[in-house]
C-alpha cells in the first residue's frame, strides 16, 4: 500500500461511520469530517487547467443541465481521488447492502471495487465518471442523477475544494426527496472545504404502511452569488 493509499484509508477509517450511516438513513445525505487538507484541495482544483487530465468537458448550459462546467477525469486518475475512492468504497459498501436488503433488492457490488469496475467494464460502462466541477458567480446545477446505466452504486461523495463566505457565496448542495404520497422534501448542505457530503444516488429506502419503500432522491448546486466554487465528484460507478 502506497503512503498516500495509507493516508486516505486512516482518515476515512477515522470517520463515525456508525453516525453517518445513522444520519444517511435520516436525510440520504451524511457529511464526513475532513477528508482532504486545504493545500490537497487547492492542489486539486488547480488541475481543472491540466487538459491531459480529462476525458471530456462538459458545459451545463449548452445541455441545459443549469450552468457552469464539469470534466471527466480520464481513467488514469490522480493518486489522491484514486486512493480516496477506495477507501470510502468498502464503507459505503456496508450502507448500500443494507440498504438493498430492506428494498428487497439485489446487491450485486463485490467486496473489491476493482472488482466491481471489471463489472462496470464487462457490462459495457467503460468510462471515468470522477468530476472535476466549477462555478462562478450565477452558475448552477440542475437537479439530477448521476445514473450512466445498468450498473448503479447507489451512494456517492462530493468534496468541497474551496471555502464558502470566503472564496464563494451561495452554491449549496441540494437534495430533493419525492416522498410517498406527500410534497417533496429538500436539503441544502454548505460543503466545507475538504469534507466529504456521501449522499444516494437515486433513491433510499423508507419506512411506509407496507414495510420500506424507494424515496427517489436528486441533487444539484444553488445558484452561486459570488467567487468561484470548485468541488470533487466521487462516482463508484462508471459511465
Known amino acids: 500500500m502506497t ?14 461511520w ?21 493545500d490537497q484541495c487547492r492542489a486539486l482544483a488547480a488541475l481543472y487547467d491540466d487538459l491531459t487530465l480529462f476525458r471530456s468537458t462538459v458545459d ?12 471527466y477525469f480520464a481513467e488514469e486518475l490522480p493518486p489522491v481521488v484514486d486512493e480516496l475512492r477506495a477507501a470510502l468504497y ?7 447492502r443494507d440498504w438493498a436488503a430492506r428494498l428487497g433488492r439485489p446487491a450485486p457490488w463485490p467486496d473489491s471495487l476493482e472488482e466491481w469496475l ?20 450565477g452558475d448552477w446545477n440542475a437537479l439530477h442523477r448521476d445514473l450512466f446505466g445498468d450498473m448503479v452504486f ?12 470566503v472564496d464563494y457565496t451561495g452554491g449549496e448542495f441540494l437534495l430533493v426527496e419525492q416522498r410517498p404520497r406527500a410534497q417533496s422534501r429538500g436539503t441544502s448542505t454548505v460543503l466545507p472545504q475538504g469534507h ?10 423508507v419506512r411506509s ?20 466554487r470548485r468541488s470533487l465528484g466521487l462516482v463508484f460507478h462508471n459511465a
Open 18 to 38: 456508525t453516525a453517518l450511516a445513522t444520519e444517511l438513513d435520516a436525510h440520504g445525505c451524511a457529511l464526513t469530517p475532513r477528508l482532504i487538507a486545504p
Open 196 to 205: 466529504g457530503l456521501v449522499f444516494t444516488t437515486r433513491d433510499r429506502p
Open 3 to 16: 503512503t498516500t493509499a495509507r493516508r486516505a484509508s486512516a482518515t476515512v477509517d477515522a470517520a463515525d
Open 60 to 71: 451545463m448550459a449548452r445541455h441545459r443541465f443549469g450552468s457552469g462546467q464539469y470534466r
Open 90 to 96: 468498502p464503507r459505503l459498501l456496508t450502507v448500500a
Open 154 to 165: 447507489p451512494l456517492q461523495v462530493v468534496i468541497g475544494l474551496d471555502v464558502q463566505g
Open 118 to 137: 471489471d463489472r462496470c467494464r464487462a457490462a459495457g460502462q467503460t468510462k471515468s465518471s470522477q468530476i472535476l466541477l466549477r462555478y462562478e458567480a
Open 209 to 228: 404502511a407496507r414495510g420500506w419503500s424507494a424515496s427517489p432522491v436528486r441533487h444539484g448546486v444553488s445558484t452561486v452569488r459570488s467567487g468561484l
